[in-house]
């Protein structure tokens, strides 16, 4: 508590944090022996790898756009350089996104909104779609199997 009266709770705020995710991870290691739910978290953990590969061709994705947003609008704030590009375009793929700040663009105001609803429409139609049909087929194929729950 001596860094909450110095005024740097870094400390505690990554202490609290690391208890937090180990408070998940024992919930989910304890759902394993439910008869329903241990079914549910076999199978995750047989997807986990195609999970990840997709979020990587997520981030490539947004990087790609970062790239081309902070070509396109240096004169926006938080469009001028690929860091608060690839953190905004992250942002708005999840629907936090503003109009009204891209519509200042040198371009002309609706060349911003357009480029911003081709990349909401890619995120959005290609790629969730795209991550629902992995999953369905991936929850087909290993739901098939019926011991995938973990009695340990």
């Known amino acids: 508590m001596t860094n909450y009266s110095y005024g740097k709770p870094e400390r505690e705020t990554w202490l609290l944090i690391s208890c937090e995710i180990a408070l998940w991870i024992r919930v989910v290691f304890l759902l394993r022996y439910n008869e329903y739910l241990g079914k549910i978290t076999g199978?995750?953990?047989?997807?986990?790898?195609?999970?990840?590969?997709?979020?990587?061709?997520?981030?490539?994705?947004?990087?790609?756009?970062?790239?081309?947003?902070?070509?396109?609008?240096?004169?926006?704030?938080?469009?001028?350089?690929?860091?608060?590009?690839?953190?905004?375009?992250?942002?708005?793929a999840f629907g936090q996104f503003d109009f009204i700040v891209i519509r200042n663009s040198e371009y002309g105001e609706y060349f911003g909104v357009a480029f911003l609803v081709i990349?909401?429409?890619?995120?959005?139609?290609?790629?969730?779609?795209?991550?629902?049909?992995?999953?369905?087929?991936?929850y087909e194929i290993n739901a098939a199997d019926q011991n995938v729950h973990h009695m340990i």
């Open 43 to 92: 199978i995750l953990e047989k997807i986990a790898y195609d999970l990840v590969i997709y979020f990587l061709f997520f981030l490539i994705e947004i990087l790609v756009f970062a790239f081309i947003f902070e070509m396109s609008f240096r004169t926006i704030g938080t469009y001028n350089d690929t860091l608060s590009s690839f953190r905004t375009l992250f942002y708005s």
């Open 119 to 138: 990349f909401l429409v890619v995120n959005i139609g290609l790629f969730m779609s795209f991550f629902i049909s992995m999953i369905t087929v991936l």
